[in-house]
């Protein structure tokens, strides 16, 4: 069962052991892992630190509109190998996944580590409520999830940089009124820091926010935008052609034909036709996974090479088409790709949405990503990857509308909605100002190439003005490219958005 909408991790990764793969989640927001470093960690002075992976433990409010519930424990990292007395503290949560996995975000390896090295800082992460294991409760059912908000987000992270006594020699002294906090975040937890720059100002001296999807949407057609505009143009062509020709015999309700295309791509078990067109966007969610350094081997690119290399030809910029297509696109899925995201799953049970009752939908036990970022989808983001409105081209079928993926929000969340939500995005980017932010001393960073663009401040058309406080750039990178410190060595133009980003740190901080 899928769900075809927003959220894909970032990383390319088997779905063959998944119960059930999801495209409403495989398009999901997120930051890109690394690998923790293993030498050892030591302070200026040469003293030993803790392991990187040491975790320690908050006591988070449950509800900040009502304390006296009490607290949860809340995980975090830290490093303070750079640390010197009056540096800053430079906060990111990693946002809608487990952190463990992401304590390299503590080194120089990422521009966290390369902030707190040039000013002198302590590097903190810090696990958002309801991933991993910081959970107020220990389910994930509708009733926890309602203390799942941007909100209650935002308040964590303004309650932890105010109360919490750091493990590391005058940690119970750096809090915001006599230490400078820097929040920094990538993608999701990149608009998290600017919602939080805007919804609580003063807290956070400073915040650099990478791929930041600032502006909630429900429509998000625009998630394919700059994959059809870098991806080459044969295969932009050929899969522009094989989605044309999905839309016309659909609209023609022409269901002989729409059996036939199924079972081209091996997934003629599937029941639904918004099923298919919700399985073939998963090629195009691999494009998420693209970082400056790939290589000719990645999955997007075996797909693409696959649909337009014929005998070591390469078609032209006109593809080779729509026969060709259908035969070519449906073999890398029967020989390829089927396997990557089913394993030996039936095609219904792996990529169907219209059976509640299998564990995917009902699992309500803590840790599982996919359900707590589904809820904030349902209620507040959006996001939902569709197909673009007629007229424009169209490498998603114009199947998938909102309707699709809303759906989906009733089969996990019966109990919370017993008709297709709309999600609440306008009060949204109200609230936290969306496109409109306007503060003091935010740096966005952003990429050409990245499939959320059109949600940042970068957005086409937006033409937001770059100013000395808050500074836009934008590198030739994809999604969150600037995060991580190698990425900058490929990528020159990536390099001048982290050193851009690091200046504004220098001259805020002096």
Same mark, same amino acid.
């Given at each position: 069962?899928?769900?075809?909408?927003?959220?894909?991790?970032?990383?390319?990764?088997?779905?063959?052991?998944?119960?059930?793969?999801?495209?409403?989640?495989?398009?999901?927001?997120?930051?890109?892992? &690394?690998?923790?470093?293993?030498?050892?960690?030591?302070?200026?002075?040469?003293?030993?630190?803790?392991?990187?992976?040491?975790?320690?433990?908050?006591?988070?409010?449950? !509800?900040?509109?009502?304390?006296?519930?009490?607290?949860?424990?809340?995980?975090?990292?830290?490093?303070?190998?750079?640390?010197?007395?009056?540096? +800053?503290?430079?906060?990111?949560?990693?946002?809608?996944?487990?952190?463990?996995?992401?304590?390299?975000?503590?080194?120089?390896?990422?521009?966290?580590?390369? &902030?707190?090295?040039?000013?002198?800082?302590?590097?903190?992460?810090?696990?958002?409520?309801?991933?991993?294991?910081?959970?107020?409760?220990?389910?994930?059912?509708?009733?926890?999830?309602?203390?799942?908000?941007?909100?209650?987000?935002?308040d964590d992270l303004v309650y932890f940089a105010q109360n919490v006594d750091l493990p590391m020699p005058g940690g119970d002294n750096v809090k915001p009124d006599t230490t400078p906090w820097v929040l920094v975040g990538g993608s999701y937890s990149g608009a998290l820091t600017s919602w939080t720059m805007v919804n609580k100002p003063g807290i956070f001296h400073a915040g650099y926010a990478s791929s930041g999807v600032v502006e909630a949407i429900t429509d998000y057609y625009g998630y394919f935008t700059p994959i059809r505009e870098y991806m080459p143009q044969n295969c932009s062509s050929d899969v522009q052609a094989v989605i044309a020709y999905? !839309?016309?015999?659909?609209?023609?309700?022409?269901?002989?034909?729409?059996?036939?295309?199924?079972?081209?791509?091996?997934?003629?078990?599937?029941?639904?036709?918004?099923?298919?067109?919700?399985?073939?966007?998963?090629?195009?969610?691999?494009?998420?996974?693209?970082?400056?350094?790939?290589?000719?081997?990645?999955?997007?690119?075996?797909?693409?090479?696959?649909?337009?290399?014929?005998?070591?030809?390469?078609?032209?910029?006109?593809?080779?088409?729509?026969?060709?297509?259908?035969?070519?696109?449906?073999?890398?899925?029967?020989?390829?790709?089927?396997?990557?995201?089913?394993?030996?799953?039936?095609?219904?049970?792996?990529?169907?949405?219209?059976?509640?009752?299998?564990?995917?939908?009902?699992?309500?036990?803590?840790?599982?990503?996919?359900?707590?970022?589904?809820?904030?989808?349902?209620?507040?983001?959006?996001?939902?990857?569709?197909? +673009?409105?007629?007229?424009?081209?169209?490498?998603?079928?114009?199947?998938?509308?909102?309707?699709?993926?809303?759906?989906?929000?009733?089969?996990?969340? +019966?109990?919370?909605?017993?008709?297709?939500?709309? +999600?609440?995005?306008?009060?949204?980017?109200?609230?936290?100002?969306?496109?409109?932010?306007?503060?003091?001393?935010?740096?966005?960073?952003?990429?050409?190439?990245?499939?959320?663009?059109?949600?940042?401040?970068?957005?086409?058309?937006?033409?937001?003005?770059?100013?000395?406080?808050?500074? &836009?750039?934008?590198?030739?990178?994809?999604?969150?490219?600037?995060?991580?410190?190698?990425?900058? &060595?490929?990528?020159?133009?990536?390099?001048?958005?982290?050193?851009?980003?690091?200046?504004?740190?220098?001259?805020?901080?002096?």
């Amino acid at each position: 069962m899928v769900l075809t909408v927003v959220l894909a991790t970032l990383l390319s990764i088997s779905f063959a052991d998944a119960a059930i793969p999801n495209a409403m989640l495989r398009g999901r927001p997120g930051i890109p892992q &690394i690998p923790v470093p293993e030498r050892p960690v030591t302070s200026p002075n040469g003293t030993a630190l803790p392991p990187l992976t040491t975790v320690y433990y908050f006591d988070q409010l449950i !509800d900040h509109n009502n304390p006296s519930i009490g607290t949860f424990q809340q995980r975090y990292w830290m490093n303070y190998e750079f640390y010197e007395a009056a540096g +800053p503290i430079i906060l990111m949560t990693p946002g809608e996944t487990d952190a463990d996995g992401y304590e390299g975000y503590l080194t120089n390896d990422t521009i966290n580590g390369m &902030i707190a090295q040039q000013q002198q800082g302590a590097t903190v992460l810090i696990e958002h409520r309801f991933f991993g294991y910081s959970n107020p409760y220990d389910n994930l059912t509708s009733q926890s999830l309602e203390l799942l908000t941007i909100q209650q987000a935002i308040d964590d992270l303004v309650y932890f940089a105010q109360n919490v006594d750091l493990p590391m020699p005058g940690g119970d002294n750096v809090k915001p009124d006599t230490t400078p906090w820097v929040l920094v975040g990538g993608s999701y937890s990149g608009a998290l820091t600017s919602w939080t720059m805007v919804n609580k100002p003063g807290i956070f001296h400073a915040g650099y926010a990478s791929s930041g999807v600032v502006e909630a949407i429900t429509d998000y057609y625009g998630y394919f935008t700059p994959i059809r505009e870098y991806m080459p143009q044969n295969c932009s062509s050929d899969v522009q052609a094989v989605i044309a020709y999905l !839309d016309q015999i659909h609209a023609e309700n022409n269901t002989a034909a729409i059996q036939s295309l199924k079972e081209a791509f091996g997934l003629g078990g599937l029941s639904h036709v918004d099923d298919f067109a919700a399985a073939l966007q998963f090629n195009l969610f691999d494009w998420q996974s693209l970082q400056p350094d790939i290589g000719p081997g990645t999955l997007f690119f075996e797909f693409c090479d696959a649909l337009e290399v014929k005998g070591g030809v390469s078609a032209p910029a006109t593809g080779w088409g729509l026969q060709n297509a259908i035969y070519s696109w449906g073999s890398f899925w029967n020989d390829t790709y089927y396997a990557y995201v089913c394993g030996t799953t039936d095609a219904e049970t792996c990529l169907g949405t219209y059976n509640t009752s299998q564990a995917y939908w009902t699992d309500v036990s803590v840790n599982n990503a996919n359900r707590s970022w589904f809820w904030m989808v349902c209620n507040q983001v959006g996001y939902y990857q569709v197909g +673009p409105p007629p007229g424009q081209p169209a490498i998603v079928s114009r199947i998938l509308q909102p309707v699709y993926d809303e759906r989906q929000c009733v089969n996990m969340f +019966p109990q919370a909605f017993s008709s297709p939500p709309s +999600p609440s995005v306008g009060e949204v980017d109200m609230m936290y100002a969306g496109w409109n932010v306007n503060v003091d001393r935010l740096f966005f960073a952003n990429g050409l190439r990245d499939p959320w663009r059109e949600a940042t401040v970068s957005a086409d058309g937006l033409y937001k003005a770059s100013t000395m406080t808050q500074p &836009i750039y934008e590198g030739d990178g994809f999604h969150c490219s600037d995060l991580i410190t190698e990425n900058g &060595i490929v990528d020159e133009t990536v390099h001048a958005v982290q050193m851009a980003g690091l200046g504004y740190m220098k001259t805020w901080l002096a």
